[in-house]
């Protein structure tokens, strides 16, 4: 049975509207005309709690909002008040981007009309369809983290009207640059329309990563200014040079916080139901953010379905990232991978062969579910970051961990036939891959929140020094260490992650929960790279992918590689117990060896030197056989 149509339809005439309201007494749409000035135009009510109005005349390009009344008891879930004007959830357009004022979250009659202070929803005509293609990425490939704004905020080569846009990653010199990385698909951090928390203004301080969105639909006209025809063009550019396309979508809650929160959309039309409470009516907060989307109500799930639609077919990427994804899937009882949504997900004509990517974890009840989603999906796997980074911090008895990651976390993924695994050393939440050998503690003070964000326990270390150092024995540690952090990384079967600027030594010195840097501090420096790493990991990037062993997502067999020691002699069970030992020789059926020393002193495996906390790989044409 077809739904009913929900958002703006352009036709000959003008525009028809569909909001969903069902407790609303009453809906208005409101047009602006170029001076702001506004008129009201009432809706009628429909079937299944949808309000249409049919408004002859208009064109792309106007400008509207939506205004609701009914009753108003936040407590049981109702936010009506007409003097906040709010963003049709369906809308594909805004005209700038959301400002936070606590005028937004004032109580009903406390505040002034809110229409000076949102952005207005524009009428837009679709784009021409795209012919489905399959994703260009598959699994075992390279993922690159990109925070759109800082990715090329400071690009020498870009044109400054485009730094810091989507517009700018299909610069030839931004693509070169992810092609000389073998890069398979980059991620997009959140690019729909966000709003900064309430606290970040007081303190000078914006929101740089997306995370706090208030449309699903919309792009944020900060990083694209073009709309959806800019993302559509780089989406284009990128897949013509071999790259895929994958987005990091945020439908485990929306920017409209908790109940002192601003009231902007979602809120002001159905709070009753887009969002999760408790039995005494208060808002659940299983994201740490002040609400939680009620995934499991039928509106919720079309909401998320129509706007993954949307991205898949208007855009052409590839497939999608899911932030504290466990919300996705959460039921009364507990996470449940076949949760109605999830299961539609794999089902959906359009998007069921798009790649589709948890993070397997939130901080509500069962909220930890890494190797859960099952088949189809992809994890990001935070053991396979804390066990290397531990391995490489120098902890005693972390060789067996370093070889089951190596080999794609079998006691994680094992039940299904192939990795499911996306191993990681680094991500946007976190330290930065060289910050992790040059500071011991987080320094997030530039938060304004007394350094008290952000993760406590890193397995970081500083190699004597803590933060910046002039002395060139310590940063020669350093670099050495990141050498080998990313060469255990691109020799990892499964999948695999870089973030952006970890391939040239990126740091934030020490800010380890940058969300709120929309500055130098989470700006990529592409002026100051390192540019021993970088050639270091282009080098590592070509080997990967002339190497199937590294990019295979299926199990090996003992037929197919062999763990030895460095006399060429498999590990004994006491050498795999041996607590000090660090070194070990990963060396598969085709011939590839691949060498690992984390000791403090070069080791000889055989004949072939392999310096001190060094990841040495060795193809089978190098080695004789």
């Given at each position: 049975?077809s739904?009913?149509?929900?958002?703006?339809?352009?036709?000959?005439?003008?525009a028809?509207?569909?909001?969903?309201?069902?407790?609303?007494?009453?809906?208005?749409?409101?047009?602006?005309?170029?001076?702001?000035?506004?008129?009201?135009?009432?809706?009628?009510?429909?079937?299944?709690?949808?309000?249409?109005?049919?408004?002859?005349?208009?064109?792309?390009?106007?400008?509207?909002g939506?205004?609701?009344?009914?009753p108003?008891?936040?407590g049981?879930?109702?936010?009506?008040?007409?003097?906040?004007?709010?963003l049709?959830?369906?809308?594909?357009?805004?005209d700038r981007?959301?400002?936070?004022?606590?005028?937004?979250?004032?109580r009903?009659g406390?505040?002034?009309?809110?229409?000076?202070?949102?952005?207005?929803?524009v009428?837009?005509?679709?784009?021409?369809?795209?012919?489905?293609?399959?994703?260009?990425?598959?699994?075992?490939?390279?993922?690159?983290?990109?925070?759109?704004r800082g990715f090329?905020?400071?690009h020498?080569?870009?044109?400054?009207?485009?730094?810091g846009?989507?517009?700018?990653?299909?610069?030839?010199?931004?693509?070169?640059?992810?092609?000389?990385?073998?890069?398979?698909?980059?991620?997009?951090?959140?690019?729909?329309?966000w709003?900064?928390?309430?606290?970040?203004?007081?303190?000078?301080?914006?929101?740089?990563?997306?995370?706090?969105?208030?449309?699903?639909f919309?792009?944020?006209?900060?990083?694209?200014p073009?709309?959806?025809?800019?993302?559509?063009?780089?989406?284009?550019?990128?897949?013509?040079?071999?790259?895929?396309?994958?987005?990091?979508?945020v439908?485990?809650?929306?920017?409209?916080?908790?109940?002192?929160?601003p009231?902007?959309?979602?809120?002001?039309?159905?709070?009753?139901?887009?969002?999760?409470?408790e039995?005494?009516?208060?808002?659940?907060?299983?994201?740490?953010?002040?609400?939680?989307?009620?995934?499991?109500?039928p509106?919720?799930?079309?909401?998320?379905?129509?706007?993954?639609?949307h991205?898949?077919g208007?855009?052409?990427?590839?497939?999608f990232?899911?932030?504290?994804?466990?919300?996705?899937?959460?039921?009364?009882?507990?996470?449940?991978?076949?949760?109605?949504?999830?299961?539609?997900?794999?089902?959906?004509?359009?998007?069921?062969?798009r790649?589709?990517?948890?993070?397997?974890?939130?901080?509500?009840?069962?909220?930890?579910?890494?190797?859960?989603?099952?088949?189809?999906?992809?994890?990001?796997?935070?053991?396979?970051?804390?066990?290397?980074?531990?391995?490489?911090?120098?902890d005693?008895?972390?060789l067996g961990?370093?070889?089951?990651?190596?080999?794609?976390?079998?006691?994680?993924?094992?039940?299904?036939?192939?990795?499911?695994?996306?191993?990681?050393?680094?991500?946007?939440?976190?330290?930065?891959?060289?910050?992790?050998?040059?500071?011991?503690?987080?320094?997030?003070?530039?938060?304004?929140?007394?350094?008290?964000?952000?993760?406590?326990?890193?397995f970081?270390?500083?190699?004597?020094?803590?933060g910046?150092?002039?002395?060139?024995?310590?940063l020669?540690?350093?670099?050495?260490?990141?050498?080998?952090?990313?060469?255990?990384?691109?020799?990892s079967?499964?999948?695999?992650?870089?973030?952006?600027?970890?391939?040239?030594?990126?740091?934030?010195?020490?800010?380890?929960?940058?969300?709120?840097?929309?500055?130098?501090?989470?700006?990529?420096?592409?002026?100051?790279?390192?540019?021993?790493?970088?050639?270091?990991?282009?080098?590592?990037?070509?080997?990967r992918?002339?190497?199937?062993?590294?990019?295979?997502?299926h199990?090996?067999?003992?037929?197919?590689?062999?763990?030895?020691?460095?006399?060429?002699?498999?590990l004994?069970?006491a050498?795999?117990?041996?607590?000090?030992?660090?070194?070990?020789?990963?060396?598969?059926?085709s011939?590839?060896a691949?060498?690992?020393n984390?000791?403090?002193?070069?080791?000889?495996?055989?004949?072939?030197?392999?310096?001190?906390?060094?990841?040495?790989?060795?193809?089978?044409?190098?080695r004789?056989?």
């Amino acid at each position: 049975m077809s739904q009913p149509p929900l958002g703006p339809d352009m036709h000959e005439r003008g525009a028809r509207f569909h909001i969903r309201s069902p407790d609303a007494g009453q809906l208005w749409i409101c047009l602006f005309d170029d001076e702001d000035r506004e008129t009201r135009l009432p809706m009628a009510p429909g079937a299944e709690g949808i309000w249409s109005l049919d408004v002859p005349g208009v064109r792309e390009g106007a400008r509207y909002g939506v205004r609701a009344d009914g009753p108003y008891d936040p407590g049981a879930g109702f936010w009506f008040d007409p003097d906040k004007l709010l963003l049709d959830p369906y809308a594909t357009a805004i005209d700038r981007a959301f400002a936070y004022d606590p005028a937004l979250a004032s109580r009903r009659g406390e505040g002034p009309d809110t229409a000076p202070l949102m952005p207005k929803a524009v009428l837009t005509l679709p784009p021409p369809p795209l012919t489905p293609l399959p994703p260009l990425f598959q699994p075992g490939g390279l993922i690159y983290e990109v925070q759109v704004r800082g990715f090329t905020r400071l690009h020498p080569d870009v044109p400054e009207a485009q730094r810091g846009t989507i517009a700018a990653l299909g610069h030839p010199k931004v693509i070169e640059h992810l092609q000389r990385l073998h890069v398979s698909a980059v991620e997009l951090m959140p690019v729909n329309a966000w709003i900064d928390e309430r606290h970040l203004g007081q303190l000078g301080l914006h929101n740089a990563w997306g995370y706090n969105p208030v449309s699903y639909f919309a792009l944020d006209p900060r990083i694209a200014p073009g709309g959806m025809a800019e993302l559509r063009g780089a989406v284009e550019a990128l897949h013509a040079a071999g790259i895929g396309v994958i987005l990091d979508m945020v439908y485990n809650h929306d920017g409209e916080s908790d109940a002192l929160g601003p009231t902007l959309s979602l809120r002001g039309l159905d709070a009753r139901h887009y969002f999760r409470h408790e039995p005494d009516g208060s808002l659940i907060n299983d994201t740490g953010t002040g609400n939680s989307i009620d995934c499991n109500h039928p509106a919720s799930q079309r909401l998320i379905l129509d706007s993954l639609r949307h991205f898949a077919g208007a855009a052409g990427v590839d497939g999608f990232r899911f932030d504290l994804a466990p919300a996705l899937g959460r039921l009364p009882g507990g996470f449940d991978a076949r949760a109605p949504l999830l299961d539609a997900m794999r089902t959906d004509p359009l998007l069921a062969d798009r790649v589709l990517i948890a993070e397997p974890w939130d901080i509500g009840p069962g909220g930890y579910q890494l190797g859960q989603f099952g088949e189809g999906w992809l994890e990001w796997n935070d053991r396979y970051r804390d066990d290397l980074r531990r391995f490489w911090r120098g902890d005693r008895g972390m060789l067996g961990a370093l070889a089951t990651r190596l080999a794609g976390s079998s006691d994680i993924f094992g039940k299904a036939p192939v990795t499911r695994t996306v191993n990681f050393l680094a991500a946007h939440d976190g330290f930065t891959l060289a910050d992790l050998t040059a500071y011991e503690r987080r320094h997030n003070e530039a938060n304004g929140e007394q350094n008290r964000d952000g993760h406590g326990e890193n397995f970081s270390w500083n190699n004597g020094v803590e933060g910046p150092s002039d002395d060139l024995a310590v940063l020669e540690a350093r670099r050495r260490d990141i050498k080998a952090l990313l060469g255990t990384l691109f020799c990892s079967r499964g999948t695999i992650m870089l973030t952006a600027g970890d391939e040239f030594g990126r740091s934030q010195q020490g800010n380890n929960n940058a969300y709120a840097q929309d500055n130098a501090t989470g700006w990529v420096d592409w002026a100051g790279h390192d540019r021993e790493i970088e050639a270091h990991a282009f080098a590592l990037a070509t080997l990967r992918a002339s190497q199937p062993d590294l990019r295979d997502t299926h199990w090996l067999s003992e037929d197919d590689v062999d763990w030895l020691d460095e006399q060429g002699q498999p590990l004994t069970v006491a050498q795999w117990e041996d607590a000090e030992r660090r070194c070990l020789e990963m060396r598969f059926s085709s011939g590839l060896a691949i060498y690992v020393n984390g000791g403090d002193q070069p080791r000889f495996f055989g004949s072939v030197e392999v310096p001190a906390r060094t990841v040495l790989a060795v193809p089978a044409e190098q080695r004789g056989g």
